[in-house]
């Protein structure tokens, strides 16, 4: 036997071989609007009915933003690594070991293999624009170099001083002489 409340839209089946009730929500007996907008309450702020589309020129202008933005994205992505970057130049420290110079080649690696890449990277988005942002990109990532080629010279890798071509150096030649000679006494 099926018992159906109206004003609730609960039904309610007893069943013949249990004792007790079993509660239904009844979707098909009730108003479209009495389950989703109760006549006691109001419509929240903001809400509307009459949903307007979209215009597609809107939608267009909002795709060309979304592009622009991702472009930047990108092209920024090599100076967020320069605080990483310095945190690692300043816990490696100077000394020659194998992690700071594990970590030193890493520094040199990641950038030369973005720019070397940056095509690929920007032929994911759409259009020809992007020329400022290839700049960025670019640049960001010489910058990196340039720590990187800091952080050598600070542990003594690079070759800049005198003493590094001391090889390659001719020895000195004597503009003059000096030589000692008898004692003479009166």
């Known amino acids: 036997a099926v018992v159906s409340t ?13 004792v007790g009730y079993r509660w239904k929500i009844d979707f098909n007996g ?21 949903f307007e589309r979209v215009p597609d020129h ?6 060309a933003h979304l592009i622009v933005k991702r472009s930047w994205d990108i092209a920024l992505v090599p100076l967020k690594q320069v605080p990483m970057n310095l945190f690692l130049m300043y816990m490696i420290g100077n000394t020659l ?15 030369f293999s973005s720019l070397f890449s940056y095509k690929t990277t920007f032929q994911k ?9 290839k700049m960025v990109f670019i640049l ?9 080629l800091y952080k050598c010279n600070a542990m003594g890798l690079l070759p800049i001083h005198p003493s590094d071509w001391i090889a390659f150096a ?3 030649t004597r503009m003059e002489y000096a030589v000692g000679g008898p004692v003479l006494m009166y």
Request: aromatic share 6%; proline share 8%.
């Open 6 to 18: 109206q004003s609730t839209g609960i039904m309610v089946a007893k069943s013949e071989k249990s």
């Open 30 to 50: 009730r108003a479209k609007n009495s389950w989703h907008n109760p006549p006691s309450l109001a419509n929240p702020v903001g809400y509307c009915d009459d």
């Open 58 to 63: 809107e939608q267009e202008d909002n795709n």
């Open 97 to 111: 070991s194998l992690f700071p110079i594990i970590m030193t080649v890493m520094m040199f690696k990641s950038p």
């Open 125 to 133: 988005l759409e259009g020809s624009h992007h020329i400022l942002q």
């Open 140 to 148: 960001s990532n010489f910058v990196l170099i340039a720590m990187a």
């Open 170 to 172: 001719l020895p000195k």
